[in-house]
C-alpha cells in the first residue's frame, strides 16, 4: 500500500473485520454512519477533552489537517530536553501511524502512554488499541515505562466548579499487553496484503456489531425477507445458524428447529399472519381501579456531567408526559418540559408528584421509569415518601404485553414502537417529525440547553419534544385499551 499510513484505527477495523478495512480503504462510500455511532464520537470528544484539562501543562499537537506537520511538531517536541506532557502526539513506525491521547514525558526520561476512553470498563479490543501505539512508540524509540487505560467512572459525583477530578479511572495494562507487542508486525503484514487483494467474501455475523456497529452493515447486508429471521427475539446464535443454513424467512423455519417458547411462538404466529392476544391480559387489567394513569419520563445523561451532584452517564429526567383516563374513558393530558436555565431533576419531581394525586394505577413501560424515581428520591430525600408512594403504584404493561400479545408485523420486538401500530392504525411515531425517539428527544434537550440556540429553534425543539412525549402516553393508553378487549 505505497503512499498509504495504516493508522491505528485502520487496524482495529481490520482486527473486526477484513472486509470492513478493505471497504474503508478503497470503498469508503459505502458507508452509513449511524446517528450512534455519531453520538458515540461526540461523547469520546467531550471526554477527551475533559481529559485534557486533568493535565494542566499539556500541549496540543493540532495540525488535524497535516500530518506531516504532527509529526513533524511531535518531532520537534520530543527533541527538547526534559519533562513533557503532550495531547495528540503522533508518531509513525513502519508506516503504522497513531495520534496518542496523552504522552507524558517525566524527569528521568520514563514514558507513560494514556489511552482515554468514554466507556466505563476496559475492553478487549482497548488492549489491541494500546499495543499498536506502544509498538509505534517503541519503534520510533519512545519505549513506554507505562501504558494506561484512562476509562469514565461512572461512580464519580461531580462536585460542581469545573472539578473533574476523579471522573476518569486510570488502570496500568502494562503487562496486560506486553505479550501482544510482538503480534503487531504480524497484524499490519496481514492487513497489508489483504489490502492489495480484492474485497475479501465475508458474510455478515456477530462481528459486524462488536466490538463497534460497523458502518458497511446496509452495503452487506443482502436484500431482506418481510419476516427476516434476524427479527427472532433472544440470543441471536440461532439466527446466525439458520442464515448458515440457508434459511432467511421466519416462515422457512423447519417447525423442530427453534428450541425457545418465544422463537416458536413468533415463528407460529408469522406462519398464522394473524395476531395473538391471551384473554389473560384482559383479566390482569380489569380490576384496576380508577382513574387510571400513563406515564412517561424523558431523560439525558451526559458522559461528563454538568450538573452537580450528578455522575457520569447517569439518565437524569427533563420531561415527563401523564394521560389521566376515569372510568368514563375521558382522558386529560399532563405534562412538564424542563427550561434550559438548570437542573430540571427538581422540579421534574415536585410537579409529577402533583400531576399523578395519591391513588390509581400509573401505567408504564419498562421498569426505566421505576428507575428514574428511585432515583429521584434518592437525589431529594423531602421528596422521597410521595416518589415512592408514586414507584408502588406503577404497573408496567410490557411483561404483560410480551407474555399475552404478538403481531407479526413487530418483527420480534415488543418496544412500544414496534407494538403502538399494530393494536392503534394511524397511530405511529413516523409523523412526528424530528424526534421519533429517546435519544433524538435527548439530543433534542442539549440543544434547547444551549444558550447559542436561537429562540425560533428552541421554540421548535419544545414544540416537538412535547408532542414526542405526549405520544409515549397516548401510546400506553392504546395499548392498555386493546390489552383490556375494549375500546381505546
Ligand atoms: S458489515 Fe460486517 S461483514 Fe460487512 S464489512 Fe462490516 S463487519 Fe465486515
Not at 242 to 257: E, F, M, V
Request: charged residues 25%; hydrophobic residues 40%.
Amino acid at each position: 500500500m505505497p503512499g498509504h499510513y495504516l493508522s491505528k484505527s485502520k487496524i482495529l477495523s481490520g482486527w473486526q473485520c477484513q472486509k470492513r478495512l478493505w471497504l474503508e480503504i478503497h470503498d469508503p462510500d459505502k458507508a452509513e454512519v449511524s446517528a450512534a455511532t455519531e453520538r458515540a464520537f461526540q461523547v469520546g470528544h467531550r471526554v477527551g477533552d475533559v481529559a485534557r484539562h486533568l493535565f494542566p501543562d499539556g500541549h496540543l499537537i493540532g495540525h488535524d489537517d497535516s500530518l506531516d506537520d504532527a509529526l513533524e511538531e511531535t518531532r520537534t517536541r520530543l527533541a527538547e530536553p526534559g519533562p513533557l506532557t503532550l495531547f495528540e502526539a503522533t508518531l509513525r513506525h513502519e508506516g503504522v501511524l497513531v495520534r496518542t491521547d496523552v504522552l507524558i514525558r517525566d524527569e528521568l526520561d520514563r514514558i507513560r502512554l494514556v489511552e482515554v476512553k468514554a466507556s466505563t470498563s476496559v475492553k478487549p479490543v482497548n488492549y489491541i488499541d494500546c499495543a499498536v501505539q506502544a509498538w509505534v512508540l517503541a519503534g520510533a524509540g519512545l519505549h513506554p515505562t507505562t501504558v494506561e487505560l484512562a476509562h469514565v467512572n461512572n461512580q464519580f459525583v461531580y462536585p460542581g466548579d469545573d472539578d473533574y477530578l476523579g471522573l476518569l479511572t486510570f488502570v496500568d495494562i502494562t503487562d496486560r499487553i506486553a505479550p501482544m507487542l510482538e503480534h503487531v508486525p504480524a497484524w499490519v503484514t496481514t492487513n497489508r496484503e489483504m489490502l492489495a487483494g480484492p474485497m475479501p467474501a465475508i458474510d455478515i455475523g456477530p462481528h459486524c456489531r462488536d466490538p463497534y456497529e460497523c458502518a458497511f452493515l446496509p452495503f452487506c447486508t443482502p436484500p431482506q425477507p418481510d419476516y427476516p429471521v434476524s427479527a427472532l427475539p433472544g440470543g441471536k446464535k440461532v439466527v446466525w445458524d439458520l442464515l448458515a443454513a440457508g434459511i432467511h424467512d421466519i416462515r422457512d423455519i423447519p417447525a423442530d428447529r427453534l428450541t425457545s417458547e418465544v422463537q416458536q411462538w413468533v415463528r407460529r404466529v408469522t406462519i398464522d399472519g394473524r395476531p395473538d392476544l391471551n384473554a389473560s391480559a384482559a383479566a390482569a387489567l380489569a380490576d384496576l381501579p380508577w382513574p387510571r394513569y400513563y406515564f412517561d419520563f424523558e431523560t439525558v445523561a451526559f458522559p461528563v456531567p454538568v450538573w452537580a451532584g450528578t455522575r457520569p452517564y447517569q439518565a437524569l429526567p427533563f420531561q415527563w408526559s401523564c394521560h389521566v383516563q376515569t372510568r368514563d374513558g375521558t382522558l386529560v393530558h399532563r405534562e412538564w418540559l424542563g427550561t434550559s436555565d438548570g437542573p430540571p431533576m427538581r422540579e421534574c419531581g415536585e410537579t409529577l408528584i402533583e400531576a399523578l394525586g395519591d391513588t390509581g394505577p400509573i401505567f408504564v413501560y419498562t421498569g426505566y421509569e421505576a428507575g428514574r424515581l428511585k432515583d429521584l428520591a434518592a437525589m431529594f430525600p423531602d421528596l422521597a415518601p410521595a416518589l415512592e408512594g408514586i414507584r408502588g403504584r406503577l404497573f408496567d404493561l410490557h411483561p404483560l404485553t410480551k407474555a399475552s400479545y404478538y403481531h407479526p408485523d413487530m418483527l420480534g420486538s415488543w418496544s412500544i414502537k414496534a407494538v403502538l401500530p399494530t393494536v392503534a392504525a394511524g397511530m405511529d411515531y413516523g409523523g412526528l417529525g424530528t424526534i421519533q425517539e429517546g435519544a433524538a428527544a435527548s439530543d433534542a434537550f442539549v440543544e434547547l440547553m444551549d444558550r447559542d440556540t436561537d429562540p425560533g429553534r428552541r421554540d421548535e425543539i419544545r414544540a416537538d419534544l412535547l408532542r414526542y412525549c405526549a405520544c409515549d402516553t397516548l401510546a400506553l393508553v392504546r395499548l392498555a385499551a386493546f390489552l383490556a378487549g375494549r375500546p381505546g
